[in-house]
């Protein structure tokens, strides 16, 4: 089965910001890669599918990048209704997904 | 608008069996996918399974192979999530979330566009 993995666990940043999470997949998935936040108590959202296409409504400060094995979250500025914690998933086959990152503000 | 909206809350002793329904309006039912996942209290998002709503055909994670059973009512427009032999650990918010793409245009390889409100499932004796 293919793994994924997210660095870091956690992490702290100021308002302003720019924040990028990382995910990894242990064999290739081409770009079937999503990600989601999940605000405290909340439902999950989907923010990016296919590694870099912003879901319609995500803010444009959000964008992800990537393909084959290595991918990333980046949040341009950060604002404080982001604090949350941010899911990859790949959908190739099984639908996956990684452990997470949960991010605040300092 | 598109939404899916779950049952209630369950209290459930071990070794018994759950089922959770999950209706979805605002959109043509047998045209996309939809998917199962769980969250443990405090912990991340686990894939549980996939039925096609239009023939009924499914996909299970291994870890819930032969515990799981996915349904649909297409009448009602309704899926349901019935796992069975039921353990401590099983105790988490189950979601339904609709795949994005629609079975003819992206087929069940897509990410998941609309979510369930969640329905906790506690088991203790």
């Known amino acids: 089965d293919i793994q994924m993995t997210q660095s870091p666990s956690s992490l702290s940043a100021s308002v302003g910001d720019r924040v990028t999470i990382t995910c990894r997949a242990s064999q290739g998935i081409s770009n079937y890669l999503a990600w989601y936040q999940q605000k405290p108590g909340k439902v999950p959202k989907l923010l990016i599918y296919?590694?870099?296409t912003l879901q319609s409504g995500v803010p444009s400060r959000f964008s992800g990048s990537g393909s084959g094995t290595d991918f990333t979250l980046t949040i341009s500025s950060l604002q404080p209704e982001d604090v949350a914690t941010y899911y990859c998933?790949?959908?190739?086959?099984?639908?996956?997904f990684g452990p997470g990152t949960k991010v605040d503000i300092k | 608008q598109v939404q899916l909206v779950q049952s209630g809350a369950e209290v459930k002793k071990p070794g018994a069996s759950v089922k959770v329904s999950c209706k979805a309006s605002?959109?043509?039912?047998?045209?996309?996918?939809m998917h199962w996942v769980r969250q443990a209290p405090g912990q991340g998002l686990e894939w549980m399974g996939i039925?096609?709503?239009?023939?009924?055909?499914?996909s299970y994670a291994q870890k819930f192979q032969g515990r799981v059973t996915m349904t649909r009512d297409t009448s009602t427009s309704t899926v349901y999530m019935e796992l069975s032999s039921l353990r401590s650990e099983d105790t988490a918010v189950y979601y339904c979330?609709?795949?994005?793409?629609?079975?003819?245009?992206?087929?069940?390889?897509?990410?998941?566009?609309?979510w369930g409100q969640g329905t906790m499932v506690t088991v203790s004796s």
């Open positions: 998933q790949k959908y190739n086959s099984a639908f996956t």
């Open positions: 039925i096609n709503p239009s023939g009924g055909s499914t």
């Open positions: 979330a609709r795949a994005r793409g629609g079975i003819a245009a992206a087929g069940r390889h897509d990410a998941f566009d609309i």
């Open positions: 605002g959109y043509t039912f047998t045209s996309y996918y």
């Open positions: 296919a590694a870099s």
